[in-house]
Nanobody
Framework: QLQLVESGGGLVQPGGSLRLSCAVS????????IGWFRQAPGKEREGVSC???????YYADSVKGRFTISRDNAKNTVYLQMNSLKPEDTAVYYC????????????????WGQGTQVAVSS
């Protein structure tokens, strides 16, 4: 029954903002880590951000200061607020999860959403 559904992607101009949502069903977020990943055309998938089971957050160097990950346990939803978007941020964004405990983030994830397209272009 575990399911992740991303939403909020779209086309935005450089410098604009988007908020991605990852709605999670079938689990309680308190016991899971959630990661955001992205894959641009012709490039390998890369980690963007994660939030651990205790709420500790981590960011890739390329998005630090621009992206913010957050979690609403009551709604079972994780968000990725993306500000000051650049063309290099264009990619399909995925959320993923695995059962986890602690302040760190795991390296691998078992469950993945279908992705949402983010395009940053003038």
């Amino acid at each position: 029954q575990l399911q992740l559904v991303e939403s909020g992607g779209g086309l935005v101009q450089p410098g604009g903002s988007l908020r991605l949502s990852c709605a999670v069903s079938g689990i309680t977020l308190d016991y899971y880590a959630i990661g955001w990943f992205r894959q641009a055309p012709g490039k390998e998938r890369e980690g963007v951000s994660c939030i651990s089971s205790d709420g500790t957050t981590y960011y890739a160097d390329s998005v630090k200061g621009r992206f913010t990950i957050s979690r609403d346990n009551a709604k079972n939803t994780v968000y990725l607020q993306m500000n000051s978007l650049k063309p290099e941020d264009t990619a399909v964004y995925y959320c993923a999860t695995r059962q986890w405990y602690g302040s760190s983030c795991p390296r691998g994830y078992r469950y993945w959403g279908q992705g949402t397209q983010v395009a940053v272009s003038s």
